[in-house]
């Protein structure tokens, strides 16, 4: 059974795990905490219908023992400027100094596609050297065009990447997640 670890604010309080982290990221109400919710079988999450709500970093522990980082998304749909340089900054301190593996999941709506920002965020990674791997969100909200050209372009990426369209209202997808990352 999965279970939700801790929230984290700074250095000082990140989870201190020797192994590595999933991290799930991506922009402000793409479905991260829906997702963590649907891959768990439990409300460990909390959700919103208002964008922006997640502004710490949320750890949670899988049933084999993996850890999954929720970050706050980028966007900040319904923040102060302040606020969102302050989240801004915990989230690059997170990528910067954390020496603990992960590799990041960036989650993209399948209606929306990859915006500039979602692209800025994978260049910004990519400079980092961390992995990553593309999970298509709310499939079952999206039209076959729309499923077509969020999917040709996560295959553009010049590195091997994994790619994953998953609906958690559905409960599509979640296996090949759940076995590709063995929680």
């Known amino acids: 059974m999965w279970k939700f670890i801790k929230s984290s604010t700074s250095q000082e309080n990140w989870l201190d795990n020797p192994e590595s982290e999933i991290v799930f990221w991506g922009r402000s109400n793409v479905g991260k ?88 965020m994978i260049d910004y990674i990519n400079s980092l050297n961390i992995p990553f791997d593309i999970i298509i969100t709310k499939i079952d909200k999206a039209n076959q065009s729309q499923k077509h050209r969020v999917k040709t372009q996560a295959l553009t990426f010049k590195r091997e990447i994994n790619i994953f369209l998953v609906s958690s209202e559905k409960k599509i997808g979640l296996e090949d997640i759940n076995e590709y990352y063995e929680f």
């Open 33 to 120: 905490s829906s997702l963590i919710n649907a891959l768990s079988k439990n409300k460990l999450a909390k959700t919103s219908s208002t964008p922006g709500r997640t502004r710490l970093i949320n750890y949670f522990e899988t049933d084999n023992k993996k850890i999954v980082v929720d970050l706050p998304g980028y966007g900040y749909a319904s923040m102060s400027k302040k606020e969102q340089q302050k989240v801004s900054g915990i989230i690059d301190n997170y990528f910067r100094n954390s020496s603990v593996k992960k590799v990041v999941c960036f989650l993209i709506d399948a209606k929306v596609g990859f915006t500039a920002i979602d692209l800025e």
